[in-house]
């Protein structure tokens, strides 16, 4: 802690760099790309929840195809046997014939249907196809969304943490330099004073509330030290700098 050079300059120079500290944590609070991840992943979450149910449609249609291909294969198999029996003439009893060719009708019919279900069903697995690509393509483009935001995020983020570790290492020699109880009003003062514990008097003025100060503050504060208090905010004022005298 050596013996400081002008404490008024000093003091303005550490709000100056506690604004500046200020600055770059309120924006990286507010990075727009933080925002925008969270909103990316959020609408991630939903499009999964979609992409899921898509591909669960997809896999049941699927099944249900498998399960009339699998039944239409039976039917056709034994309608064929059926019709091996009648072609054999082993069969010579006339109702027995009939019964058979009845059977084998049924069976035809049987199978036109498992067909016909089965063309049905092979345009819902189309669309339901054409659901889960949908899905996925937007799943696969607020991936890469994101993994944009998260590198400009890392750039942003980074450059505004460079900045507040420089400034405190700054803060901290600044600070060191400023006579203690000074120092202990200054912070006193920005901690209750939205950030803000010193001011310059310009021409009548404190540029720290902005107000016009009566004359008579005005005289008494250049009639006394290089740092007073204004009478309006009660922050310390810097009247003068020394290199201004
Ligand atoms: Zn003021």
Avoid: W
Avoid at 205 to 218: F, K
């Amino acid at each position: 802690m050596g013996e400081p050079v002008n404490q008024a300059a000093a003091l303005l120079e550490l709000q100056e760099i506690d604004l500046e500290i200020a600055r770059a944590e309120r924006a990286l609070d507010e990075l727009p790309e933080k925002k925008a991840i969270l909103e990316t992943r959020a609408k991630q979450r939903e499009v999964q929840t979609l992409s899921s149910k898509a591909d669960l449609l997809v896999s049941k249609i699927e099944a249900e195809i498998r399960k009339a291909q699998d039944e239409t294969a039976v039917v056709q198999g034994t309608a064929e046997d059926e019709q091996a029996k009648l072609m054999t003439g082993q069969i010579n009893d006339h109702k027995q014939v009939q019964h058979i060719s009845r059977e084998i009708d049924s069976l035809r019919r049987r199978k036109d249907k498992l067909e016909m279900d089965t063309l049905k069903l092979m345009e819902r697995l189309e669309k339901a196809e054409g659901q889960r690509d949908t899905v996925r393509n937007a799943l696969e483009q607020l991936a890469e969304r994101e993994t944009v935001l998260v590198e400009r995020f890392r750039e942003h983020g980074g450059e505004l943490q460079q900045a507040i570790a420089d400034n405190t290492a700054r803060r901290k020699s600044v600070a060191a330099s400023l006579d203690p109880d000074l120092l202990k009003r200054y912070e006193s003062l920005r901690g209750m004073k939205a950030g803000i514990g010193v001011g310059r008097l310009e021409g009548d003025s404190c540029t720290a509330c902005r107000m016009q100060l009566p004359a008579e503050s005005v005289a008494s504060l250049v009639a006394g030290p290089d740092v007073g208090v204004c009478s309006h905010c009660h922050r310390l004022i810097v009247v003068r700098l020394e290199d201004e005298q």
